[in-house]
């Protein structure tokens, strides 16, 4: 080769190496930059959204295009790929969230920006930390910086809280993008730089469960400028205090706190808020509200000002604010149960997605018989068998055609949606929060796009094996466009398959609502001793003001539930009655701390602890009622319309509704659940469809309770439990339904419900159900607050034979700490080896007021 053939070839690589580069150019030379923030703090969960809030620049020319993290650069933790539009004119500075949902093992996330030739003008990646199920996230707005307050204390024993700071302007606009957040803090920022959608979304999070905590001190006015509806305190001015003792009370400390000025916000106190700590003067130092199934704890002082920021006891305190709120129903953690909803979605009450078998095979004998035995017989009596080569295939593209006509016919042009929706609704708010499923079934393979109403969330349930053949659980990949609404483009089914799809939504709340009484009554005397036995009675009047009847009604409440006679049509009003007696075996609820979403956190371990009140499936039936089939997970749905609706709806209820730690967890508060409307506004485009709905309607009630004057008891379902300490293998251990094995040692921490606190406590009452006779005596420690050290009790067999220890303690004021909570420690040890707990429990009894005239409780 001559050497002027070789430096042509040598130039000619040169150049195309130059185009490469070119056409591979960095963001930079397109003179576009992303700056990202991912997640809270780079943390998110498993299967729910999480926030990237992109700010883009553009030095360069007018671009259009969109951002997108998708599989193929981010990854296989992503199954679908999430874009959002974006217009970036020149000299252009915007900000945009986007939302993504990834499996455990994500690490980063890239986000590109493409423009409308889907060629990748710029690109960004973000790190990301996954936040196991059953542990605990803490969101402080406005805290970028890791130094700052501490909320490491608040975790359950064996669980760990992860503690996110983040900018204000990257607390994301969408309710659903909060799910993951369990607390939020803030303490001396401008919450007035807020948003309206970013409030709106924080206030819906804290309705359906969170907990919000806001602190005063010299920045008071500034932090509750964007939060004044949610506190329990408005405040409007501030003082000078050196009486902080209380706050040392209430986190279980005896040193006093005080001697020390430190600046108080004070102000105007909400209807509902309750004081859990004053001065000496009786001005709040802390106060309660509970909003929906959150609460809103308001601190007067700032934790980041002396003597709070050098006190040890802080740490104490968070945990008390955090211990000492009410349980969660289980409905609360949206779908836990992924093959449970995909099975539900996929039933369609009325549609066989198989043509009927004697049909078929009548069709498949009369087709044999026709190209076979008939078409010879017809052929030899004409004395024409040579046509069998025309007739043969005639015969066989006829009977295709026939086939593809009765199967269009069959099948039908139209969509079909299978929607499921979970409506929960509060007095506190005229808009009610949907859970939902939706899923799209189609004659034949086609392309769809599947669109929401503005404010909604969609996206592909997470699936890993479809049980069902006909599903499409794993399904392609499906590009989900955000905008004001969430919109699933362009996934393909394929004839006669389900592809599913989990949705939330912000809707009107229903015109539905209703009040109940609690009360305190006599009822009969007990059959053993004669004496009168008394219970809490709930009652009150429901009411349907709305345009849609509410069929199946049933309301709800800790102890058990109660069917309404017949619907509830529009105009309609129902009154109940319902006394709360609890078993023998209702246990304690679980904390919020104690977070459940883990299918074996609410799983039996012992077959006999299966009592009518004490099962994770208990809520299920108890809206079910005579409904509920106990088969329905190992048997198909049935051959007709009404077994199909019965076991889809009941699937539903044991996606969502599964019970934490065998408790209902309904706490103090009473529920109306039954069928009505949907409310979900997801349609599958321009194409003709027909929808099969179904959608729960869970309406929490206003409760009142009447403060009886005489002597009390506080049963074990009216308290909440939290681990404050686990020294064990298993992580799950808890006061019901565990086996504790030698080397184990455990503290629990029970606190009675804010209506069960009692003002006097006379006596304090501890039983242990075993499963077996086990020994007759069983030691336990009991925290002595005043001495802070632990006292040694015995509990003892009531009776031969008896699985049941239990130990009674008159005038246990030396016990009871912040809100008459109990701290109780078990070490397996002392007893002896391996113990299997059923249910340990705490009971009070004593006066809901305070009063001179007490009756006498003796030691036990």
Not at 513 to 520: C, D, P
Not at 810 to 833: F, K
Request: glycine content about 8%.
């Amino acid at each position: 080769m001559s050497q002027g053939r070789l430096g042509h070839n040598l130039t000619l690589l040169l150049s195309f190496l130059l185009l490469l580069t070119v056409v591979a150019a960095p963001a930079q030379a397109q003179g576009i930059t992303l700056e990202v923030a991912a997640g809270f703090d780079s943390f998110f969960r498993e299967h729910q959204w999480f926030p990237i809030r992109v700010q883009a620049s553009n030095a360069g020319a007018d671009r259009s295009g969109r951002l997108v993290v998708r599989p193929e650069t981010s990854g296989s933790a992503f199954s679908n790929t999430f874009s959002t539009a974006l217009e970036l004119p020149a000299g252009a500075r915007k900000s945009v969230f986007l939302y993504a949902t990834a499996r455990s093992f994500a690490d980063s996330v890239r986000i590109e920006y493409l423009d409308d030739e889907n060629v990748v003008l710029a690109s960004q990646e973000a790190p990301l930390r996954h936040v196991p199920v059953a542990d605990n996230l803490h969101l402080l707005p406005g805290d970028a910086s890791r130094g700052r307050v501490d909320l490491s204390s608040l975790a359950p024993g064996g669980r760990q809280a992860w503690r996110a700071g983040m900018a204000l302007e990257d607390l994301p606009p969408l309710a659903a993008a909060l799910q993951s957040v369990d607390t939020f803090l803030f303490s001396d920022v401008d919450t007035g730089a807020l948003g309206n959608a970013q409030r709106e979304a924080l206030a819906a999070r804290v309705l359906a469960g969170a907990h919000l905590i806001v602190t005063g001190g010299a920045g008071w006015q500034a932090t509750a400028a964007g939060l004044g509806e949610l506190l329990p305190l408005q405040p409007t001015a501030s003082l000078t205090t050196a009486d902080l003792s209380s706050l040392a009370t209430l986190a279980g400390r005896m040193d006093l706190l005080s001697g020390r000025e430190t600046l108080i916000a004070t102000g105007n106190l909400h209807a509902v808020a309750r004081v859990l700590a004053a001065t000496s003067t009786g001005v709040p130092l802390l106060l309660r509200r509970e909003y929906g199934l959150g609460t809103v704890d308001y601190l007067a002082a700032d934790p980041l000002v002396a003597p709070l920021s050098e006190w040890p006891g802080l740490d104490g305190l968070w945990f008390t604010l955090a211990a000492t709120r009410r349980s969660l129903p289980g409905w609360t953690q949206g779908i836990t149960n992924l093959e449970r909803a995909a099975n539900a979605s996929e039933i369609l009450p009325g549609l066989d997605l198989l043509p009927d078998l004697l049909p078929l095979c009548g069709f498949l004998l009369f087709y044999v018989a026709l190209i076979g035995p008939l078409n010879y017989l017809i052929l030899r009596r004409i004395n024409r068998r040579a046509w069998a080569w025309v007739t043969i295939p005639a015969l066989i593209l006829l009977f295709s055609a026939l086939s593809w006509t009765v199967g269009i016919g069959l099948r039908g042009t139209s969509a079909t949606l299978s929607r499921l929706a979970l409506v929960q609704a509060w007095p506190e708010s005229e808009s009610a929060q949907v859970t939902g499923l939706v899923g799209v079934l189609s004659p034949r393979r086609a392309t769809y796009d599947l669109l929401t109403a503005p404010g909604s969330s969609l996206r592909p349930l997470a699936r890993e094996i479809p049980a069902n053949p006909f599903a499409a659980g794993i399904q392609a990949r499906t590009d989900i466009r955000q905008a004001e609404s969430f919109d699933a483009l362009n996934f393909n089914v394929d004839a006669s398959f389900i592809s599913t799809f989990h949705t939330t939504a912000i809707t009107p709340a229903p015109a539905i609502t209703g009040a109940a009484t609690l009360s305190y009554r006599q009822g009969e005397p007990d059959p053993l001793t004669g004496e009168p036995r008394w219970h809490w009675l709930l009652s009150g009047t429901v009411r349907n003001a709305g345009d849609f009847p509410l069929s199946e009604p049933v309301i709800l409440a800790r102890a058990g539930s109660q069917a309404l006679p017949g619907a509830l049509q529009p105009g309609e009003s129902a009154s109940f009655e319902l006394p709360l007696v609890a078993d023998n075996l209702q246990p304690a609820a679980p904390a919020p701390l104690e977070r459940h979403g883990e299918p074996q956190l609410t799983q039996l371990r012992f077959s006999r602890f299966s009592r009518a009140l004490a099962s994770r499936e208990q809520s299920v039936m108890d809206i079910m009622q005579d409904n509920y089939n106990s088969r329905a997970y190992r048997e198909g749905p049935g051959s007709s319309a009404t077994a199909q609706e019965r076991q889809r709806r009941q699937l539903l209820l044991s996606a969502a509704a599964a019970d934490p730690f065998l408790s209902t967890a309904r706490s103090g508060q009473v529920f109306l659940a039954g069928w009505g409307a949907m409310p979900l506004q997801t349609v599958p485009g321009e194409v003709q469809w027909e929808a099969n709905d179904a959608a729960l309607y869970i309406i929490a009630l206003e409760v009142e309770q009447e403060m009886p004057q005489g002597l009390v008891r506080i049963e074990a379902d009216q308290f909440t439990w939290v681990a404050q300490e686990r020294n064990s293998l298993s992580a799950n251990v808890a006061p019901v339904n565990t086996d504790y094995q030698p080397g184990d040692q455990v503290v629990f921490r029970f606190t009675p419900l804010p209506l069960a606190q009692l003002a006097q406590v006379e006596a304090l009452h501890v039983t242990l159900n075993l499963r077996n006779t086990g020994p007759d005596e069983i030691p336990l420690e009991l925290w002595d607050w005043q001495d802070s050290s632990w006292r040694p009790v015995t509990l003892r067999r009531p009776r031969a034979r008896s699985t049941t220890r239990t130990v009674a303690l008159a005038h246990p004021q030396a016990l009871l700490g912040a809100q008459n909570s109990v701290l109780l420690r078990l070490v397996a040890e002392e007893i002896g080896g391996a113990l299997r707990v059923e249910r340990l429990a705490i009971e009070q009894q004593g006066y809901l007021r305070y009063t001179d005239d007490r009756a006498t409780v003796a030691d036990a």
